[in-house]
Each structure stands twice: as structure tokens, then as C-alpha cells.
């Protein structure tokens, strides 16, 4: 049996947990939150003190954090008693890279690891919640193709689509920055329709069932303006911060490349707002935004 680690066990990474343990693999775990940690180990996990106590018993790691400097301290250590995954792993082992980053971060991670013997899997993913805990997430992977060939089962045991996207660090980071532009574009554009339909007077039910049967629909749409007519604005699996920080990397990738992006541009403020306004909310507190500027919001008054 392969030992497996993952390092962040929150609404993401304990849905990873949950497959890899589903599929037959030894899965040790560390997360900062106390209760996150006493979840995992009903799951079946082992917790560990600290990502160095992980990977001493892992052959490959999953590192499933918020940013990049997370990301750098679990991998290398963050100066303090936890050496980090680098400490523990050893050579011909795997640090999979699931967290959403800057390109840039993933290229400084590979480099920092030449000469350990150590590879790693540029692979972050979509899907939230629900593909993470379903094992239907679509991962956005690079690495050459003997790694990838090697971790396949495990890479598998957590996703529903793999795309190798690259064979170098970066990539997948690349490739998930322009698929949140366009994510992004389309929450902001979902939230906005709703309180046009609101102030125009229009049943809730009857836009949520055009819209989800119509060119229009998607997983994204349907789930977004789903949450709104519920008035669902908190632990739906999709925090704020999360998707402003991605449209932030967005952002920043486009202004690299000296590309305009006008649509994710102002989804990039809407999201902005929505933060400021409501920290503590989901994506869709967004709409909030709108509906309070024009004083009317859409609710459902049926659950057809």
C-alpha cells in the first residue's frame, strides 16, 4: 500500500483525502485547524504535527494550500521546527502541486528542487468542493511524461479528467489563470442578471429553469444563481477569498503578457467589493453588491 500525504485539509484537500482513502491508499494529513485534523482521522487518515512528520511517511505529497508562500513554507520549511516536505520526502518521490498559484511561484518550487531527486506535478485543479469530495475534479497538469506515467493511479484516484497540459513547472498555473478569467467573468456576469431579473420583476424559478436549460447553462451558472434565489450566502464550499485571489493571479498574468482583459477586469472589482463588503462570505455575496446599490434581489418563492 502507498503512503500518501496531503497538506491542507480543508474544503479541498479533504475531499482528496477522502478518494485517495476511498481507493485503497494510506493517506497522512496536516492542517493548522485542530477540528480539521480530528475530521481527518475519522475519515481513516493519520494526522501528522507538521508537513516534515508527513512526509517521512509518504511516497508522494499533495500540497493543497491557499497561496504561494504557503505553498514555498510547507514544501522547504518555514524557518521554525517544521523542515518541511522536502525534509522527509525521498528521491524519486512526488510533491503534487494542487493549490492555485502565480506561474512564477511553481517555477521558483522546480527549481528550488533540482538536484533532490524530488519531482514535482504542476496540477492545479477545478471542480470546488463537490469535485474535490465526488473524485470529478479536472486537473490541469504538467510534468514530464515519465512522472506523470508514474503517479497516474494516484492523480486518477482524486480526479475526473486529467489534461497534461506542459511538461514544466508553471504551466498548469498558467492554464488555471486563464480559466479563472473566464470563471470569474461568469460568476460576476450571473450575479448581475439576477438582480436585473429582480428589479424587472421576474420569477425566480422561471429565470433559474431558462437559464440552466439554455446555451447559458453550466455547472458554474446554474450553481451560482442557484445559491443566490436560496439567499445561500455562506459554507456552500466556496469562499470569497478563494476565487479573489484567483482572479488576482488572473490579473497579474495578463498584465505579464501586457493582455487586456476587460471582462475579468471588472469582475476582478465586483469580486473586490464583494470582499470588502462581506469577508466572511461566499462567491455569490457578490451579487449583494448589485442588489444593494438597486434595492431588489431575487429569492425563490417555490422549490420546483
Not at 436549460?213 to 469562499?239: P, W
Amino acid at each position: 500500500m502507498q503512503n500518501i500525504g496531503v497538506i491542507g485539509i480543508g474544503n479541498m484537500g479533504s475531499g482528496l483525502a477522502k478518494n485517495l482513502i476511498k481507493n485503497g491508499y494510506q493517506v497522512h494529513g496536516h492542517d493548522l485547524l485542530p477540528e480539521r485534523m480530528t475530521e481527518f482521522e475519522q475519515l481513516g487518515g493519520v494526522p501528522e504535527a507538521n508537513a516534515a512528520g508527513v512526509a517521512r511517511h509518504c511516497d508522494a505529497v499533495f500540497v493543497m494550500v491557499m497561496n504561494g508562500d504557503q505553498a514555498k513554507a510547507v514544501i522547504f520549511g518555514d524557518g521554525g521546527e517544521d523542515a518541511g516536505v522536502v525534509s522527509g520526502l525521498q528521491s524519486g518521490a512526488a510533491i503534487i502541486l494542487t493549490a492555485t498559484i502565480h506561474a512564477i511561484e511553481a517555477v521558483e518550487i522546480s527549481e528550488a528542487l533540482q538536484g533532490t531527486g524530488i519531482s514535482l506535478i504542476d496540477t492545479p485543479v477545478s471542480g470546488g468542493r463537490p469535485g474535490a469530495h465526488g473524485g470529478t475534479l479536472t486537473l490541469m497538469a504538467s510534468a514530464p511524461d515519465d512522472v506523470m506515467q508514474q503517479w497516474d493511479p494516484v492523480l486518477k484516484a482524486v480526479s475526473g479528467t486529467i489534461h497534461h497540459v506542459g511538461k514544466e513547472a508553471g504551466v498548469g498555473q498558467t492554464v488555471k489563470g486563464c480559466l479563472q478569467s473566464l470563471i470569474g467573468s461568469i460568476f460576476s456576469a450571473t450575479f448581475e442578471a439576477s438582480v436585473l431579473a429582480a428589479r424587472a420583476g421576474v420569477d425566480a424559478d422561471a429565470l433559474y429553469n431558462v437559464f440552466s436549460t439554455s446555451a447559458a447553462g453550466c455547472g458554474i451558472t446554474n450553481a451560482a444563481l442557484g445559491h443566490v434565489i436560496d439567499r445561500n450566502f455562506q459554507d456552500t464550499g466556496s469562499h470569497i477569498s478563494t476565487m479573489y485571489k484567483d482572479l488576482t493571479i488572473s490579473m497579474d498574468l495578463a498584465r505579464k503578457h501586457g493582455v487586456p482583459l476587460f471582462t475579468a477586469a471588472t469582475a476582478m472589482q465586483l469580486f473586490q467589493a464583494g470582499i470588502t463588503r462581506y469577508p466572511d462570505g461566499d462567491n455569490q455575496t457578490v451579487a449583494k453588491i448589485t442588489e444593494e446599490i438597486v434595492g431588489a434581489q431575487l429569492t425563490r418563492t417555490g422549490k420546483g
